[in-house]
């Protein structure tokens, strides 16, 4: 069964920023506000599908305003109207940036000194702040320039997997290892290296809001699990899809990605996923559940 790659999650810790807000880095760009709240809104809504990432921040805080944690948003300015954004945290993230805007915006980044764990957004503004970050202090061990973005807004065609359900927080130690097994296999080390706190606390989150999704075979043993990483009252973002290798090649991928394209769009009118353009194999099951290409994303991964 293929695995996605839909988010690294943020283990590098972050300077806080809130000192930053209303600060401008260069002539165009400066660190939003709680008063931008409304424009960044507006950017996000002219595509809530590649923009659920900074959506659900939004939803989740209701402002542009630092965190206490370290992210915040970079606005680029046009003759005072904000035409695009930057989400700057443990990742950063563009928000509908043109490749010049997305060179802008590496240039503001670069002096702030900080580390970060992915790239992610849409290809051409991904690709060219790494044009610019690459001359930075971190190197990219991995950098995934094509990757189709694709989205399902109606119920799947395929028959559902009738055993899939949320998480249970009494599953826990027995999701856990199956998570781990998927992002070793995806990325080539494990997450729980030195203990791997976050990304513990990462797993039991998911679990308790309803966004991860398991099904056990008569061993007991996770056969097929899924989250939906990402969540908006508009979108969803599927990742960590993930099946036993003891039970791929019998079928049982499209019904179990139809059931969690099912519980996805119980949550939001459009859920999406973004897969390696080389997956062939993974593409081939997307498009049998229905989902279509809505555009490319890119992730470098460091």
């Given amino acids: 069964m293929a695995r996605i790659l839909s988010r690294v999650a943020p283990w590098l810790p972050s300077a806080p920023s809130r000192r930053l807000e209303g600060e401008r880095l260069t002539g165009t760009i400066r660190v939003l506000g709680a008063s931008d709240t409304g424009p960044l809104g507006e950017l996000v809504a002219r595509d809530p599908v590649a923009n659920v990432f900074i959506d659900a921040q939004l939803t989740a805080s209701g402002s542009a305003a630092p965190t206490s944690s370290g992210g915040m948003v970079l606005g680029r300015f046009d003759g005072g109207t904000l035409d695009s954004a930057c989400w700057v945290g443990a990742n950063v993230v563009p928000i509908e940036a043109s490749a010049e805007a997305a060179v802008e915006f590496a240039d503001a980044i670069l002096p702030l000194g900080r580390r970060f764990s992915s790239v992610f957004g849409l290809s051409e503004a ?10 930075g202090p971190q190197r990219a061990f991995d950098i995934r320039a094509r990757q189709p973005l694709m989205i399902l807004d109606h119920a799947p065609p395929a028959g559902p997997a009738t055993g899939l359900r949320p998480t249970l927080e009494s599953d826990y130690d027995a999701v856990l290892p199956a998570c781990a097994r998927m992002f070793e296999e995806e990325l080539g080390y494990s997450p729980l290296t030195g203990g791997g706190s976050y990304y513990r606390s990462r797993v039991r989150s998911l679990i308790r809001q309803g966004h991860s999704l398991v099904d056990f075979d008569a061993s007991g043993a996770v056969r097929f699990k899924a989250e939906l990483g990402t969540v908006s009252p508009r979108a ?15 079928g049982l991928a499209a019904p179990y990605m139809a059931a969690v394209a099912g519980y996805a769009l119980s949550l939001a009118p459009v859920t999406s996923l973004y897969v390696n353009d080389y997956n062939a194999a993974a593409l081939a099951t997307y498009r049998r559940v229905g989902f279509r290409q809505a555009g490319e994303f890119a992730t470098v991964l460091f």
């Fill in 126 to 135: 991904v690709l060219s702040i790494w044009s610019r970050l690459q001359d």
């Fill in 236 to 250: 969803t973002q599927i990742q960590g899809v993930w099946m036993d290798p003891r039970h791929r090649g019998r």
